[in-house]
C-alpha cells in the first residue's frame, strides 16, 4: 500500500511541474512583458515607467552602463543630460525566470494585489464565504441527486425512470447565466422571496446565501441524476446485487445496504475531484449574488488586469486539482485492493 | 461504415430524428443568415442613432427632417403619440419612454395585443409583425439578433471543433498507438491541461488577448481538447493489438497509414459522439465569457452578449425580458436537440461511453 502511494504520489510531481510550466506560458511567453506592463499600468503606461515595471518585476535588470547611469542619477553627479534608455536594461533569461517563478508559487509567495494586499492573504479570506456557501451546496445536491438515482433505479425501465432522465436532459439544457439571471430577477428582485445579494458572517449569512445554494443545486442536478443513475445502475446488474436478492432480501435493503455502499467507491472518486470547483466557488454566483468569495475575486482580478491574483488563482486551483486527484487514487487503493497492482 | 450505420440508428430512434431535424433548420437559419439572405444586418454600423428625445412633437420634426427613413415601431408611436392617442397604455406597459435624456425606445413582442385592447391597430399590425420578437433597447429587431446568434453558435460550434478534434485525435492516437514513452509525454501533457480549472485556464489565456471572434475560438479550440484525446487514446489503446491492425502490420504499412487508414476510422465514432456534447459547451462558453467580459466585442450579435445585456436591462423598470427570453429558448433547444442526437447515437454506437 506504502508503495502504491508513493508511487502515485511520485507520478502526480511531473504534472505539478507541468502547471508551472503552463501557467509560465499563459503569462510570461505568451504575453510579453511590455504588453503585461501597459495591461497593468493602464493609463500611467508610457516608456518610463514600463521600464521602471519591468526591472521592479524582474522580467529585466540593467546592464553595467545602466547600473552606472542610475548610481550617478542617484548621487546627482550624473553629467547633464543622462538618461536611462531602453539600451540600459536587458531581458533576463527564461529559464531563471521560470525557476523564480517556480519557486515562488510553491512557497506560496503569490506578491501582492492591485491594492497592495499580499495576494495569499486576500486569497485566505475569500475562501470562507466560498467554502460557506458551496459544501452545503454541494452536499444538498449531491444527497438529492443520489437519493433521486436510487429512486430511478428502483423503478428502472418505468415511466418514473424515464421521466426523471427527461427531466435531466432538460436542466442541463439550461444556460446557466440566464438561469441565475431569471431566478435573481423572480425570486429576489421582483418577488421578494431572497435578498437580491449580500453576504453576511455566521449564520445570518445563509439568508443571502440561501438562493445561490438552491440555484446551485438546480444546475447541478441533471448532470448529478445522470451520473449517480448510471453508477446506481451498473451497481444493481453485478452479481453481488443477484446474491442478495436471491437470499430474499428486500429491495429497498438491497438498494440502500448493498448497492449504495459498493455506489460509494466511484462517489468518493468523484467528490474528490471536485474539490478544486468547491474552492472555486461558482464563479458566476458569487458575482451575481455579492459574495466576497474566492470566485468574486477572481473575476474582480479579471477585470482589474490583476496578474498576481490571477496567476495565484490558477495555479492554487490546479495544485487542488492534482491533490484532490492524488487523494483519490490513494482512497481507491485502499478501498479497492486491485488497483494497487498494475 | 460509421456515416451508414450513424444513419440507420438515428432514423429508428424517432426523437433523435426530431431533434435532428431541429438542428437542421437551425443550420440552414445560420446559413441563410450568413450570406444575408436572411435577418437585417445589426452590426454596430447599422446601429440605430440614439437619439435625444425632447418634445413628442420637436421630435417628430427633426424624424421627418433626417428623413429616418427605416421602419422603425417608434414613429408610429410617435405619432400616435403626438396625435393624443396611446400616451396611457404606451407609458403603462413600458413599450416607449419619452423622457428628456439617454433614453431611448424599445418595445416588447406584446405589442400588437396590447394595441388590440385600445383598439388601435390597423395602423400598426405591420409594424408589429415585422418585430415579432420586439426590439431591444437599441431598437434593433430582436429576432434578427437572434438569428444572428444562431449564426454565430454554428460558427463557435463548428470552429472550435475544427481546432480541437485535430488535436485531441492526433495527440491521442500517438499515445495510444505506439504506447512506451509517447504514451508517457502524451499522458502528462492531456494531465497538465486537465488540472488547471478550465474556465481558469480560458480567462488565463483570453484577459491578454484583443476581444476578437478568431481568438475567442482559439482558445476555446485549444483548452477544450482533453476529454476527446483521452477517449481517443484509451481506444487506440485497445484497438492496436486487434488482428486487423497486426494483419496491416505484417502486410508493411506504414504506422501513418495504420493510424488514419485503419484503426482511425474504427474509432471515429467517438469523435461524431464527443462533437455533439462539444457543440453545445462551446456555445455555452461563449456565453460565459461574454458575460465575465472578456470574450468577443459586445457589437457581435452572439447570444453571449444578447445575455450579458440582459443584465441592465432586466434591471430596469419596467424591464426589458423578451431579449433573454428569446435568446434562452434559442439555446435551450438546441442545446436539448444536440443532447438528444448526442445520447441517442452514444446510446447505439458505444454504450460504455456514457456518463
Known amino acids: 500500500m506504502l508503495l502504491y502511494a508513493i508511487r502515485r504520489i511520485l507520478y502526480a510531481i511531473p504534472i505539478l511541474f507541468g502547471v508551472i510550466l503552463l501557467t509560465f506560458t499563459l503569462f510570461y511567453v505568451i504575453n510579453t512583458p511590455d504588453a503585461l506592463a501597459i495591461k497593468e499600468l493602464q493609463k500611467a503606461a508610457n516608456p518610463e515607467t514600463v521600464r521602471q515595471w519591468k526591472i521592479q518585476k524582474g522580467f529585466c535588470v540593467y546592464t553595467e552602463e545602466g547600473l552606472r547611469k542610475t548610481k550617478e542619477i542617484e548621487t546627482g553627479r550624473a553629467s547633464p543630460g543622462t538618461v536611462i534608455t531602453d539600451e540600459d536594461i536587458r531581458p533576463v533569461a527564461m529559464p531563471v525566470l521560470f525557476l523564480r517563478y517556480g519557486l515562488d508559487l510553491l512557497t506560496f509567495d503569490f506578491g501582492r494585489d492591485r491594492d497592495d494586499r499580499p495576494v495569499s492573504q486576500v486569497l485566505l479570506g475569500g475562501m470562507v464565504p466560498s467554502l460557506k456557501m458551496m459544501v452545503p451546496a454541494f452536499c444538498l445536491s449531491e444527497i438529492i441527486t443520489i437519493f433521486l438515482a436510487l429512486f430511478c433505479a428502483l423503478y428502472r425501465g418505468t415511466k418514473i425512470d424515464r421521466a426523471f432522465v427527461v427531466l435531466a436532459v432538460f436542466l442541463m439544457s439550461f444556460n446557466s447565466v440566464a438561469l441565475i439571471l431569471f431566478f435573481q430577477k423572480f425570486l429576489a428582485a421582483d418577488w421578494r422571496y431572497f435578498p437580491i445579494s449580500g453576504y453576511d458572517t455566521g449564520l445570518s449569512g445563509y439568508a443571502y446565501l440561501a438562493l445561490p445554494i438552491l440555484i446551485y443545486v438546480g444546475l447541478s442536478m441533471g448532470v448529478g441524476i445522470r451520473f449517480n443513475r448510471i453508477l446506481m445502475l451498473d451497481e444493481i446488474h453485478q452479481d453481488y446485487v443477484r446474491t442478495a436478492r436471491a437470499k430474499g432480501l428486500g429491495e429497498n435493503t438491497v438498494l440502500f445496504r448493498h448497492v449504495l455502499r459498493n455506489a460509494l467507491i466511484p462517489l468518493i472518486t468523484r467528490w474528490a475531484v471536485s474539490i478544486p470547483f468547491l474552492y472555486l466557488g461558482s464563479l458566476l454566483l458569487e458575482t451575481f449574488f455579492g459574495i466576497p468569495g474566492l470566485g468574486g475575486i477572481t473575476l474582480e482580478a479579471i477585470q482589474n488586469a490583476d496578474l498576481n491574483t490571477m496567476r495565484a488563482v490558477v495555479f492554487l486551483g490546479a495544485l487542488l486539482f492534482v491533490l484532490a486527484n492524488l487523494t483519490a487514487d490513494i482512497l481507491y487503493g485502499i478501498v479497492d485492493p486491485r488497483v494497487r497492482v498494475g | 461504415m460509421p456515416w451508414r450505420e450513424v444513419w440507420r440508428i438515428l432514423r429508428k430512434d424517432r426523437l433523435a430524428m426530431i431533434s435532428l431535424t431541429v438542428i437542421t433548420i437551425c443550420a440552414v437559419l445560420a446559413a441563410l443568415v450568413h450570406f444575408g439572405i436572411l435577418a437585417e444586418d445589426v452590426s454596430e454600423t447599422h446601429r440605430l442613432r440614439r437619439i435625444e428625445i425632447g418634445e413628442p412633437s420637436a421630435f417628430l420634426l427633426r424624424m421627418q427632417r433626417e428623413e429616418l427613413v427605416r421602419p422603425f415601431a417608434l414613429d408610429s408611436w410617435i405619432w400616435l403619440l403626438s396625435n393624443g392617442l396611446a400616451l396611457e397604455s404606451a407609458e403603462m406597459h413600458g413599450m416607449i419612454r419619452l423622457r428628456r435624456g439617454r433614453d431611448w425606445s424599445y418595445h416588447p413582442p406584446t405589442v400588437l395585443i396590447q394595441l388590440q385592447e385600445h383598439g388601435i391597430v390597423g395602423l400598426l399590425r405591420r409594424e408589429a409583425w415585422a418585430y415579432p420578437l420586439g426590439t431591444n433597447l437599441d431598437g434593433q429587431n430582436v429576432l434578427s439578433i437572434l438569428l444572428h446568434g444562431l449564426r454565430w453558435a454554428f460558427i463557435i460550434g463548428v470552429v472550435t471543433s475544427l481546432?480541437?478534434?485535430?488535436?485531441?485525435?492526433?495527440?491521442?492516437?500517438?499515445?495510444?498507438?505506439?504506447?512506451?514513452?509517447?504514451?508517457?509525454?502524451?499522458?502528462?501533457?492531456?494531465?497538465?491541461?486537465?488540472?488547471?480549472?478550465?474556465?481558469?485556464?480560458?480567462?488565463?489565456?483570453?484577459?491578454?488577448?484583443?476581444?476578437?471572434?478568431?481568438?475567442?475560438?482559439?482558445?476555446?479550440?485549444?483548452?477544450?481538447?482533453?476529454?476527446?484525446?483521452?477517449?481517443?487514446?484509451?481506444?487506440?489503446?485497445?484497438?492496436?493489438?486487434?488482428?486487423?491492425?497486426?494483419?496491416?502490420?505484417?502486410?508493411?504499412?506504414?504506422?501513418?497509414?495504420?493510424?488514419?487508414?485503419?484503426?482511425?476510422?474504427?474509432?471515429?465514432?467517438?469523435?461524431?459522439?464527443?462533437?455533439?456534447?462539444?457543440?453545445?459547451?462551446?456555445?455555452?462558453?461563449?456565453?460565459?465569457?461574454?458575460?465575465?467580459?472578456?470574450?468577443?466585442?459586445?457589437?457581435?450579435?452572439?447570444?453571449?452578449?444578447?445575455?450579458?445585456?440582459?443584465?441592465?436591462?432586466?434591471?430596469?423598470?419596467?424591464?426589458?425580458?423578451?431579449?433573454?427570453?428569446?435568446?434562452?429558448?434559442?439555446?435551450?433547444?438546441?442545446?436539448?436537440?444536440?443532447?438528444?442526437?448526442?445520447?441517442?447515437?452514444?446510446?447505439?454506437?458505444?454504450?460504455?461511453?456514457?456518463?
Not at chain 2, 501533457?189 to 482559439?218: E, G, H, R, W
Not at chain 2, 439555446?331 to 452514444?346: P, Q
Request: aromatic fraction near 10%; charged fraction near 15%; include cysteine.
Open chain 2, 163 to 355: 481546432i480541437a478534434i485535430p488535436i485531441a485525435v492526433v495527440i491521442g492516437s500517438l499515445g495510444g498507438y505506439f504506447g512506451g514513452i509517447v504514451d508517457d509525454i502524451v499522458v502528462w501533457i492531456y494531465s497538465t491541461f486537465a488540472s488547471v480549472p478550465q474556465l481558469l485556464l480560458l480567462i488565463a489565456l483570453l484577459t491578454f488577448m484583443d476581444k476578437s471572434m478568431m481568438n475567442v475560438l482559439i482558445v476555446i479550440g485549444v483548452t477544450t481538447w482533453v476529454d476527446l484525446c483521452r477517449l481517443v487514446r484509451a481506444e487506440f489503446f485497445k484497438h492496436k493489438e486487434r488482428e486487423y491492425v497486426l494483419a496491416a502490420r505484417s502486410l508493411g504499412q506504414t504506422h501513418t497509414r495504420i493510424i488514419f487508414r485503419h484503426i482511425l476510422p474504427n474509432v471515429s465514432h467517438i469523435v461524431i459522439i464527443t462533437f455533439t456534447i462539444r457543440f453545445v459547451q462551446a456555445v455555452s462558453l461563449e456565453v460565459f465569457l461574454s458575460y465575465v467580459g472578456i470574450g468577443v466585442d459586445p457589437s457581435l450579435a452572439t447570444w453571449g452578449q444578447v445575455i450579458s445585456a440582459a443584465k441592465d436591462e432586466l434591471a430596469r423598470q419596467p424591464s426589458v425580458w423578451w431579449p433573454l427570453t428569446g435568446a434562452t429558448v434559442f439555446l435551450f433547444i438546441l442545446s436539448l436537440a444536440f443532447s438528444i442526437v448526442g445520447d441517442s447515437l452514444r446510446d447505439a454506437l458505444d454504450p460504455k461511453l456514457r456518463t
